[in-house]
């Protein structure tokens, strides 16, 4: 066994009290956001030790779960939110029970990086991500519009008006295999080059 039980059985639990949770305050369109699914991917991941789980997760979600630490963080030591995004977890009107739940936006990126550590990194994974993007974002955006999620309709949860709405989101769609997925496919090549010999990329 590559991965503890002990951590299968508590990312599992969270997530059994995570789901509810979210559901009810949220509705079911919150789930397709990234980090949402991911979530539920790397549960899977964790049971499967399935290292082409994990290296797609970690392509779709470091950069953006990374961001998302960075604004919590500095709003915490600043009082500033450098990037935007974490607003709502000093929102008073947001229960405290959704807020705490939210942290494992915290726990995802140094999880995912000791997963792409320990199992070895697939470097099919920027294409699966590509895929999971060209799938959920069209859905994103014609499916409850007024809650722009993924940014599906504009960046920063605000809908965009400088260009046609299918301008934007092809764009979007091609843009975000260009210039994210793709870079974090190569630095999560280069990284497993250097904890590991060859045939742990696949």
Not at 37 to 44: A, E
Not at 118 to 145: C, E, M, Q
Request: aromatic content about 20%; hydrophobic content about 55%.
């Amino acid at each position: 066994m590559r991965i503890p039980l002990w951590l299968k059985i508590c990312w599992t639990a969270g997530v059994a009290v995570w789901l509810p949770l979210y559901w009810r305050h949220y509705g079911l369109q919150n789930f397709l956001f990234f980090c949402d699914l991911g979530n539920l991917f790397i549960m899977l991941s964790l049971w499967l030790e399935s290292s082409l789980l994990f290296s797609w997760q970690a392509v779709s979600l470091l950069l953006f779960q990374t961001l998302f630490c960075i604004d919590l963080l500095g709003a915490v030591l600043t009082g500033r939110h450098l990037v935007g995004g974490t607003e709502f977890m000093f929102d008073p009107q947001v229960p405290l029970a959704i807020r705490l739940l939210s942290l494992f936006h915290l726990i995802a990126p140094p999880l995912l990086l000791w997963a792409v550590w320990r199992l070895g990194y697939d470097r099919r994974a920027w294409k699966f991500s590509t895929l999971t993007a060209w799938i959920v974002i069209p859905i994103n955006y014609f499916w409850h519009p007024e809650f722009d999620v993924n940014w599906a309709r504009g960046p920063f949860f605000r809908e965009q008006t400088f260009m046609p709405g299918w301008a934007y989101l092809l764009a979007y769609l091609l843009a975000v295999p260009a210039f994210v997925y793709f870079p974090t496919h190569r630095f999560l090549l280069w990284l497993s080059r250097r904890w590991h010999p060859s045939p742990y990329i696949r």
